[in-house]
């Protein structure tokens, strides 16, 4: 069974983002207002409280909040903003804030690299820029390249892609979803990306594929089209939220994987987010389950049997929720079970997926 509950009013309706610290004691909403709240499960895991409201003026904005990222061990928090900038801040105090990156229009989209004590960062814009810092120091260490002609970028996210073991040190991989809508991945050459040396210029980013108008196409009014794909832990997949049907990405055949009439991955409307459940997939790496929302509210959890070496691939819908017609800005995992979702209209969902007694499809309002 699924069940689904509204946690609270976290913030004012309009556009909003949520995010889980590393060690998930922490969550954190960022609002239309440009304001983040940090809510906490306290000691003994229970309702969630208000424990840090972000409104000072050295680390408040006066327009919406777009993204909120944590590096990889959780002592620092950077956010991004629809005023252009990118905010660095100390976890859970907020102190020591620090503009890493200032923009004449929006920043879209910021991720840190999953390697461990890493302080690499990735921001785009909605003019198509990227720009790579080293949040430490990031006056001096930085890189920015335009990834298209203006078009703009919605979402971006470093994948374990490692197509060659002995290189993973030196080669990353960033993923990027265009307004055009394109899916673009770059390699980002690690070892040099800093280096001001007029020889190495032409040898920090490459793109590396592109596919072609999978994603639907972002006008000025969609400002809850979040392109907000994901991929497996182990980079093998890719979901990609294509206008009503989610696009599985095989990335060992660099190709969009075909689905059958009994195996499409359908939604009724447009959808706007993808998010992999990574705890399930460390028990079981030949089946992933994946939810997905769309503008409408709707939310589906799939369940994706992959097997490259058996050429095996069938995705299969296992639950279905429905947030009130409330539409979804951004979904995350806590957990095995807990699914959480963040809405236009200010609220915070919960849903608890049994993923132990899943095997057929149940629908729960």
Known sequence: MASSEIENAFMKSGKCCMTFHVDN?????????GIIKQYSYGLNNEKLKLTHSFEDADVRHDEPINQIVFNSTG??????????????????TGSNPRILSKYDNSVSSICFNPDKYSFLLAMSTDDGKIKLVNALKASEDYYEYNCNDGDGVRFIKWIKYEPLKYRASREKYLCIAEC????????????????????????????????????????GGDINQRLSFDATDNAKLIAIPGNNNVKILDMNQMIIRETTKEKTMIHNDIINCCVFNKYLEEIDNNNYILATSDIKGNIKIWNIKFDENDNIFEPQEIESFISNNDPICNLEWKNKNELFGCSMSGNVYKWVYDHQNSNNKENTN
Request: charged residues 35%; aromatic residues 16%; glycine residues 6%.
């Open 25 to 33: 004691e922490y969550l954190y909403i960022g609002g239309d207002e």
């Open 75 to 92: 002592d620092y928090m950077a956010y991004c903003c629809e005023d252009g900038e990118v905010t660095f801040v100390r976890h859970p």
């Open 180 to 219: 055009n809508g394109n899916l673009s991945i770059w390699k980002i050459f690690n070892s040099v990306i800093f280096n001001q040396n007029e020889k190495d210029k032409d040898k920090k980013a490459i793109k590396y594929k592109e596919f072609k108008n999978v994603f639907p196409k972002i006008k």
